[in-house]
């Protein structure tokens, strides 16, 4: 079975920073696209990154760009994202996703992690 | 506001038929990309259930079925269960943002 399980969530103040791990078992991790969605407390689902299965492309929300850094390490099967300048409104669980789809623009979610929860608090 | 729209919550009774819709536009399922709607109960992990806009990951019943037209796409739910009380949520690719995007999800309700 294919399986990503995610680490790292955390209390941080405002302005500091996190890194987010998702392992990834039970699939050819390189061939695969990956991304990080998040859901804020009580709302609804929000996509924040992807990155492509070789790593070379990677794609940011409007809300995290510049501050947010997707990378992968495909030796290690392993998906990161590292969170910097954090806001409150970053609180949430952060979700990592595997991706399927013959093109980038229609890439469906189809392995979900359990989340790992970030807070944002002072 | 959510670059789809879905109304927040439907309701049925049990062996009834209901439908949420996600609206879009030009720039996402009006150009033609593809709509993935998800399952997500209380407290859980979102799940797959629709996929390439009319696609049924195995292991998801016939109950559930898609469909897009124009700017828009549909769930359908039929005999309708108790079981299927949760938030669904669909989701495409738009242009103008350069990435994909979600519904502000719909709250289903079995009455």
């Known amino acids: 079975d294919v399986q990503v399980v995610e680490s790292g969530g955390g209390l941080v103040q405002p302005g500091g920073s996190l890194r987010l791990s998702c392992a990834a078992s039970g699939l050819a991790f390189s061939n695969f696209a990956m991304t990080w969605v998040r859901q804020a407390p009580g709302k609804g689902l929000e996509w924040v990154s992807g990155?492509?299965?070789?790593?070379?492309?990677?794609f940011y929300a409007d809300s995290v760009k510049g501050r947010f850094s997707i990378s992968r390490d495909n030796s290690k099967n392993t998906l990161y994202l590292q969170l910097n300048s954090l806001r409150v409104e970053d609180t949430a669980v952060y979700y990592c996703?595997?991706?399927?789809?013959?093109?980038?623009?229609?890439?469906?979610?189809?392995?979900w992690g359990q989340g790992t929860t970030v807070t944002v608090s002072s | 506001q959510s670059v789809l729209t879905q109304p927040p919550s439907v309701s049925g009774a049990p062996g009834q038929r209901v439908t949420i819709s996600c609206t879009g536009s030009s720039s996402n399922i009006g150009a033609g990309y593809d709509v993935h709607w998800y399952q997500q109960f209380p407290g859980t992990v979102p799940k797959l259930l629709i996929y390439a806009s009319t696609n049924r990951p195995s292991g998801v019943p016939d109950r559930f079925s898609g469909s897009k037209s124009d700017t828009s796409a549909s769930l359908a739910i039929t005999g309708l269960q108790a079981e299927d009380e949760a938030d669904y949520y669909c989701q495409s690719f738009d242009s103008s943002l350069s990435g994909w995007v979600f519904g502000g999800g719909t709250k289903l309700t079995v009455l």
């Open positions: 996703a595997k991706q399927k789809g013959l093109i980038r623009e229609n890439y469906a979610m189809d392995v």
């Open positions: 990155i492509s299965g070789s790593g070379r492309s990677t």
